[in-house]
Structures are given as C-alpha cells and as structure tokens.
C-alpha cells in the first residue's frame, strides 16, 4: 500500500469535487444576472469532462477566461474554508460508517430467520427430542 499515491489521488479527486462544487456556485450565481452565459456554461460543463477538474478548467480558459478565473477564485475560496475541517471529519465519518457497517452485520448473522417456521419447527423439535430422556435410557 503507498500512501503517498492514495494521498496524491485523494487529493486529485478533492481538487475535482472543488471545481465540480465552484462550477455549480458560479453557475448559480451567473443565472441570476445573465442567464445565457449560465446556459453556455451548462452546455460548457456537458460537453467537456468536469470528472478532471484540471483538464476542465484548462479547457475553460481556451474559451472563455474570465470565467474559468472566477471558477478558480471560488474553487479556492472552498478549499480554504473546509481544509480547516475536512481530517477531522474524514476520520470521523469513516469511524462512524465502519461502525454502523459492523454494528448491522452483526444483527445480520445474530438474527435469526422467524420468517421461515419449518427452519423454526426443526430447531424446536430437536431442542424438545434432546431434553426428554425416553424410557429406554432411563432403565
């Protein structure tokens, strides 16, 4: 396991989600004081691959900079204020996911299945024919 690799992509698919998430805000913003500069980034945002947040905002720039500069502005501006929060909730998230993951499994393989009474019948007739001793053993 490399955790410098896991750590590099983690933090290119953060990047990523940060470009997807300031997109998303300029466009909302954009919509209200010039919708069809909203419409060309909508068209914008379907025809190029906003999945590589960097690929996308190189391609940006190529058509229109002004908004890929207030993209990364915002991309930014993201970045900054959830860095502060983001191990902490990462680590904590994780421990209470894994936990609830646990914590339902083990119903799972504890519960048993009342929904089938011949699985119920069986396992009550064997638990009855073992605590009787029949009149054979007790002579």
Known sequence: MDIKQIAKDTAKMLQ?????????TVSAQIN????YVAAWLHR????????????YIEQLFLEKP??????MTVRQHLAE????FLPEMVSTGIMQANMEHRRQH??????????????QESESNSADSSSYET?????
């Not at 914008?44 to 690929?55: L, N």
């Not at 002004?66 to 993209?71: D, K, V």
């Open 16 to 24: 990523s989600y940060l470009t997807y998430q300031a997109v998303r």
């Open 32 to 35: 209200e004081t010039n919708p």
């Open 44 to 55: 914008f945002s379907t025809k190029e691959r906003i999945q590589d947040g960097e690929v």
């Open 66 to 71: 002004e908004l890929a500069l207030r993209i």
């Open 81 to 84: 204020e959830m860095t502060e």
């Open 106 to 119: 083990l119903e799972r393989i504890t519960q048993l299945d009342l929904s089938n009474p011949s699985i």
């Open 135 to 139: 009149p054979s053993e007790n002579s």
